[in-house]
């Protein structure tokens, strides 16, 4: 408690004293906490602890420097950001903290994707409600997919995870073997894979939205 509280001065200082941390905004400032985002991820692929260790406290600097900018206008605190989570990961998690069951990895994911459409007032009609259209197109396509499938409008949810660590290795190989050869057919085509993939997942979208 006593680093988080040295971050959580050593962050206020810096928004009264850095000319630069002073101008930022929730607009200026996301673009980094992305960046650190994807540094992030790097990190944890890269089986380095000392790097991920590092890279975890500037995520971390991003939360507690937009919880401040919500503090600033009396809008939220880091602690509010806190207990929020808190209650939605109890909300969301009811074969642990109630009396649902769930034996599986694909049983928690059900259930968190029910409670999540029940929360935000999300049906059938409108499985796509707050899906975020500037996301990646891989992450969007992936979204799109399992709200679908999640809404029983695209075959099944997702299969349960791999358990045997081989499998599921030789599994990502081959998914990424594949990704790369269609990038590879697209630069041949000169197509943009990205907006190939966007441009596929929107008419998916719009052919469900339509049904």
Excluded at 67 to 77: F, H, I, K, V
Aim: proline residues 3%; negative net charge.
């Amino acid at each position: 408690m006593a680093a988080l509280t040295r971050l959580d001065e050593i962050t206020r200082r810096l928004r009264r004293e850095c000319p630069w941390d002073r101008e930022q905004d929730e607009r200026s400032i996301v673009p980094h906490t992305v960046e650190e985002a994807y540094e992030l991820a790097d990190a944890a692929a890269s089986g380095d602890d000392a790097k991920l260790l590092d890279e975890l406290g500037d995520v971390l600097f991003q939360v507690h420097f937009l919880a401040l900018l919500l503090e600033e206008r009396d809008a939220g605190s880091l602690a509010e950001v806190a207990e929020s989570m808190s209650q939605k990961l109890i909300r969301r998690h009811p074969h642990v903290f109630g009396e649902t069951e769930a034996r599986t990895a694909g049983d928690v994911l059900r259930n968190w994707d029910r409670i999540k459409r029940e929360e935000e007032g999300r049906g059938a009609d409108d499985p796509f409600a707050d899906v975020p259209e500037n996301l990646p197109a891989l992450l969007y396509a992936r979204k799109v997919q399992r709200r679908a499938a999640s809404a029983g409008l695209a075959g099944e949810e997702a299969s349960e995870r791999l358990a045997d660590a081989e499998a599921r290795d030789a599994a990502e190989r081959w998914i990424g073997d594949a990704l790369f050869s269609l990038v590879d057919l697209a630069r041949r085509l000169r197509v943009d894979p990205e907006l190939a993939l966007r441009t596929a997942a929107h008419h998916f979208r719009s052919g469900l939205g339509s049904a």
